[in-house]
């Protein structure tokens, strides 16, 4: 064990993470717990004698694709296990930003809720079961690899979310669903005032689409190039049967919200989602930041157009990516240079909770970040979580910094 | 403490005479003791009184929706309080833009479907029991339903809880809070985490289409190799639902929902979605069904056909009752390939021990609910039962699945926890209750098992 300087170790298997805990118990070592880091913009900074990478704890730990279940270990990227997947045309919807690094622990870790949940289910639906290493570094163990279990409490639940600080993810259990034969995005331009009539018409259409972004801005992280303001991606999957319907019925819906023309895309429809996916934790340098609320997506356009007016007077640059049928909102501002940014930060937080009192921060790199609101307001249930913390760490050795300590300015 | 209780609820709101509480004794399991006194709170604040008068006399507290439970989760000790959320039967909010609704826990799960389809809309967890079990009684067992192999269970519906603590306490969650996720957390805590006051709860769109096949099969292994043949060719339809001979023959005398009674075993399939959807959907599940020798494939012509097909398949349970005295029902899940295996095991377990047995349950989730029959005037029988049963369970965990898939642990199966969990796996879960029910008094003696096997549990 190394001394008290921060160190590392990247345990390849659960028994060296169980040895690992336990020795850092033993030493009373405070433990930062890493996945690839693709989720370090949320939540605060941890305070840590040791590092534990889990990019090495990784691979398929059982497959049967008749079963449509798959045990995978937390270092697992998301790109592997989608690979797998693929082989025998299945998938599990996590939909994280940079899949070929994220690893499988640090999205569920990190509570990370995609486009496509609406249709396809959240990621902790799809979780049958869970191993994790406890604080004192007992191995633990709940649900299974079945897909309707009731047995003893729904732990895995609660370790989805909670940023790696009531246990280490060490194994993660899925159940799968079959991918639909065929996909397709249909991308638009959407001229000045129809956003609120689009938000309306696609989720009257959210039956029969996977995803609808509206996006302002973020032209290099998704087009590569600038481009105009206010675009749409819709994305479609579906039986061979269904597909020209869904494209009809989608362009129809978008006619009729204003929109007069669509554009398919039918190559790499994924990848165009991915790109916006990425693009919500994407940063400028150090002179951005970017906020998610959770929410309704119609009340989120009227709101986040009242936030542009407000912050108009600041000189930031505001763009925003609006999920119509779940409802999230990402809300990125920015500044020519970041020694400008710094100072106008504190006050734009301000401005942004105002209009979101639950905002929170998924990418910024600035120095004063850890001043800010980077959680929103606290949740209702503040105390229990307060409780659960101290009953599953009670020395406060996982993750110290990342979640509750840093809620307090809610 | 009653007459505190009756100044909090008022009289009529608190049951004590001996007939009144004989009746609270049982769920659709077990027999418990008899309560001390049953409450009937209208409103969250009535159940924080409640909680606060157990508190100070330590008495503990079950929470009760029908009682139509099937591991004994909702059976009292001696003395305890019985709440029963019998009067909480409101919806109070409905959200359609949005697809939720808020409830109260004693809304009956049917009549929340019933309610919201107006809208064209359903709430999709859908128990057999569904005509009388309640949301709260739903949420306390994370309840399934065969309609679950598409939408999933209770935990996947429920959006957020109002939830009254040991202390008499209210909190809310959402699943959309950040941090833990105790939305989650607390479906399917059987009553030991805190009781529910009020749900959010997710509702769905009525599918475009819907299809029902009844597929009859000359013996166990091809309708069970057929399930999995549907599921490994991508196709996940929205029930996938198995009756043997012997559950046919019983909702047949019942019933009459038209099944074949000179099938070994039928598949009971529905299909929903659009249209144009559905047609290559039949085709395909008519292919499979075929090249696993099924000996007759028949779609229900009308909502009324289904229906009745439909109405045999959650009256099965009762129908058995026609031909023995009396039957015990197991709830074990096996990975869906290892159907035929387990199936095969069943039988050689039950037949063992002298028994017979009917089986009906939901094939896509390799969720079984083996019916086994015997009379309870007759010791051997009764010990027979008890011995198949847990012949059954350890079937079950060997062949990688668990004791209960969507019936609970209640105070049935705490001894057996053990087999699927070791200490160490169960620590976690004593924390997590410790927060919630430091006290104990929130329906003790469920769950977690007693004695030498973990010495520190309750």
């Known amino acids: 064990m190394p001394d008290r300087k921060r160190s590392r170790v990247a345990p390849t298997t659960i028994t060296m993470l169980q040895e690992a805990v336990i020795s850092a118990r033993d030493h009373s070592y405070a433990l930062c717990i890493r996945g690839a880091g693709t989720l370090d913009g949320m939540g605060g900074r941890v305070t840590a004698d040791l590092d534990i990478h889990m990019t090495h704890l990784k691979g398929i730990a059982a497959f049967e694709p008749g079963d449509l279940t798959i045990g995978t270990f937390a270092g697992t990227t998301l790109a592997e296990l989608t690979a797998v997947l693929r082989e025998h045309r299945l998938m599990a919807v996590l939909d994280a930003p940079h899949p070929q690094q994220a690893t499988i622990g640090g999205t569920l870790a990190g509570g990370w809720l995609g486009p496509r949940r609406h249709r396809f289910g959240r990621p902790r639906d799809a979780v049958i079961g869970t191993t994790v290493v406890m604080a004192d570094g007992r191995i633990a163990s709940s649900g299974g690899m079945v897909v309707k279990n009731v047995t003893g409490y729904d732990l895995s639940k609660l370790y989805i979310g909670s940023f790696g600080t009531l246990g280490i993810l060490a194994r993660v259990n899925f159940k799968v669903q079959p991918i639909p034969a065929r996909i397709r995005a249909i991308s638009a331009r959407l001229p000045e005032h129809t956003r609120e009539r689009v938000i309306e018409r696609m989720q009257g259409l959210s039956g029969q689409i996977s995803a609808a972004l509206l996006i302002d801005g973020f032209h290099r992280e998704i087009d590569g190039e600038d481009g105009s303001d206010g675009r749409l991606v819709v994305l479609l999957e579906t039986s061979e049967i269904l597909l020209e319907q869904a494209t009809r019925d989608t362009r129809g819906a978008l006619g009729q919200a204003g929109v007069p023309e669509a554009t398919i895309v039918d190559l790499g429809p994924m990848d165009h989602l991915q790109r916006i996916i990425d693009a919500g934790v994407a940063t400028i340098g150090e002179r951005s930041i970017t906020y998610r609320v959770l929410g309704d997506a119609d009340d989120h356009e009227r709101r986040s157009s009242q936030l542009s007016a407000d912050l108009s007077r600041t000189g930031l640059r505001m763009e925003r990516i609006v999920d119509a049928c779940n409802g999230d909102l990402f809300v990125r501002l920015s500044d020519r240079d970041s020694r400008s940014f710094a100072g106008k930060l504190a006050d734009c937080d301000e401005i942004v909770h105002q209009h979101f009192p639950r905002a929170i921060v998924v990418a910024c790199t600035s120095p004063i970040r850890d001043q800010l609101t980077i959680w929103g307001e606290h949740p209702a249930a503040i105390e229990k979580m307060h409780l659960l913390k101290s009953a599953f760490d009670p020395d406060h050795r996982l993750n110290p910094g990342r979640f509750l300590e840093a809620t307090t300015n809610g | 403490m009653i007459q505190r209780l009756t100044d909090a609820l008022g009289a009529d709101s608190v049951l004590h005479a001996p007939e009144d509480l004989a009746v609270y004794r049982f769920d659709g399991y077990a027999t418990g003791a008899t309560p001390g006194v049953v409450v009937l709170p209208r409103t969250t604040r009535d159940i924080c009184a409640v909680m606060k008068v157990a508190k100070e006399f330590g008495v503990p507290v079950v929470a009760r929706g029908a009682g139509t439970g099937l591991c004994g989760g909702a059976t009292p000790g001696l003395g305890a309080i019985v709440v029963s959320f019998a009067r909480m039967n409101r919806i109070l909010e409905l959200d359609i833009a949005r697809r939720r609704v808020r409830v109260q826990p004693g809304v009956v799960n049917l009549d929340l479907s019933t309610d919201v389809a107006r809208h064209r809309l359903f709430y999709a967890p859908d128990p057999a029991s569904q005509r009388s079990c309640t949301i709260g009684g739903n949420i306390g067992t994370n ?284 620590d976690p879960m004593l924390r997590l209750r410790d927060v919630f029910n430091a006290s104990g008094l929130l329906n003790p003696e469920k769950i977690f098992p007693s004695g030498a096997r973990c010495a520190e549990v309750r």
């Open chain 2, 143 to 426: 309840a399934g339903g065969p309609h679950c192999l598409a939408y999933g269970t209770t935990t996947s519906h429920v959006l957020g809880l109002e939830v009254v603590d040991e202390h008499g306490e209210v909190f809310t969650t959402h699943i959309d809070d950040i941090g833990y996720d105790l939305t989650g957390a607390l479906v399917g805590g059987e009553g030991t985490l805190g009781m529910v006051s009020s749900a959010w709860l997710r509702l769905t769109r009525m599918p475009q289409s819907v299809r029902v096949w009844l597929v009859a099969f000359g013996d166990i292994d091809s309708a069970s190799e057929t399930v999995s043949a549907i599921l490994a060719a991508g196709i996940v339809p929205t029930a996938l639902e198995m009756m043997d001979a012997t559950i046919i023959s019983a909702v047949e005398a019942v019933y009459h929902a038209g099944y074949p009674t000179d099938a070994a075993a039928v598949l009971l399939i529905e299909s929903a979605g659009f249209e144009e959807d559905m047609e290559r959907c039949q085709t395909d599940i008519a292919r499979i069904a075929r090249d696993h020798g099924a000996l007759s494939w028949h779609a229900a012509s009308s909502q009324r056909e289904r229906d009745a097909l439909w109405l045999g398949r959650k009256s099965a349970a009762g129908a058995i009752g026609s031909m023995t005295p009396n039957y015990y029902i197991q709830d074990v899940t096996v990975p869906r390939t290892k159907l035929p295996h387990a199936l095969r095991a069943v039988e050689e377990a039950v037949r063992a021990n002298g028994l017979r047995v009917g089986n009906v349950f939901h094939a896509g989730d390799g969720n079984l609910h083996p019916l086994i029959m015997y009379d309870k005037r007759n010791a051997y029988e009764v010990a027979a039962v008890v011995e198949a049963g847990t012949q059954i369970l350890t079937t079950a965990i060997a062949l990688g699945g668990t004791i209960s898939g969507e019936h609970g642990i209640g105070s049935e199966k705490r001894e057996t926890l053990g087999l699927v969990y070791s200490s160490d796996d169960l």
